[in-house]
């Protein structure tokens, strides 16, 4: 099975801190995506990257940035942590094909992030 | 441009009960649509998926959907409830020729009384 495997469950930090959330797949996917998910509001692509170094802004990437060095982790990094950034926030990963959208992804276990 | 409802926040249902959750999307173009269910502290997980073919999709843990291209719907269903099903079901949509990332609904809560 395709596995993607996010560093930790839960994190507790402190308002400015850096922060990064570390996302690792195994099955040689092209596509990978960092997901923030809050209640009533469903999920919100924070970015995604579809090659190693490549990046694309997803539909909230205020706050954020990430990191593709190698193709198997996509790294999520809060510049500065604010309180407003507590979530959840979800990895997940596809197929590049000619038609990738057809695959659906696969998604980590989910972090759960409290900023104090 | 693509969007997903879905239609209830809360679904309650009895042990043994008929399970329906509803999703209906807009999509200028053949729409590929997946269901994901998401258990508690857990990432989303691909219950089942319509591409092209077959309307009706047949997924895990007894689930299945119809695509209904007039009704614009995938509606999520499963004849019999467990306990086990309590969880929150998301629908989503991409888009055949147009951007691969996929559009979510907000997510239902399937809830499962005894």
Redesign the interface.
């Known amino acids: 099975d395709v596995k ?1 495997t ?1 560093s930790s ?1 839960y994190l507790v930090k402190r308002t400015g801190e850096k922060v990064f959330l570390e996302c690792v797949q195994d099955m040689d996917h092209e ?1 990978m ?1 960092w997901y923030r998910q809050d209640p ?4 919100r ?1 924070i970015y ?1 990257s579809y090659d190693v170094k490549m990046k694309e802004k ?1 539909d909230i990437p205020e706050g954020y940035s990430v990191s593709r060095e190698k193709k198997e982790r996509f790294s999520l990094i809060l510049e500065s942590a604010s309180t407003n950034q507590t979530s959840m926030y ?1 990895c ?1 990963s ?1 197929f590049d094909t000619a ?4 695959y ?7 972090t ?1 992030l409290t900023v104090v | 441009a693509q969007s997903v409802t879905q239609l209830g926040s809360h679904v309650s249902v009895s042990e043994g009960a008929l399970v329906l959750l509803r999703c209906n999307y807009s999509s200028s173009v053949p729409p590929y649509l997946f269901w994901y269910v998401q258990y508690p502290n857990q990432g989303l997980q691909l219950l089942l998926k319509y591409t092209t073919g077959a309307t009706l999709v047949k997924g895990i843990n007894g689930f299945e959907a119809e695509f209904k291209k007039s009704e614009t719907s995938f509606h999520l269903t499963k004849p019999s409830a467990h306990m086990s099903d309590a969880a929150e079901y998301f629908c989503a949509v991409t888009s055949s020729g147009g951007s691969y990332i996929p559009t979510f609904g907000r997510g239902t809560s399937l809830i499962v009384h005894p």
């Open positions: 993607v996010q469950r596509n995506f009533g509001l469903g999920l692509l995604f997803g979800l997940a596809s038609q990738p959208g057809n659906g992804y696969t998604f980590g276990s989910g759960r």
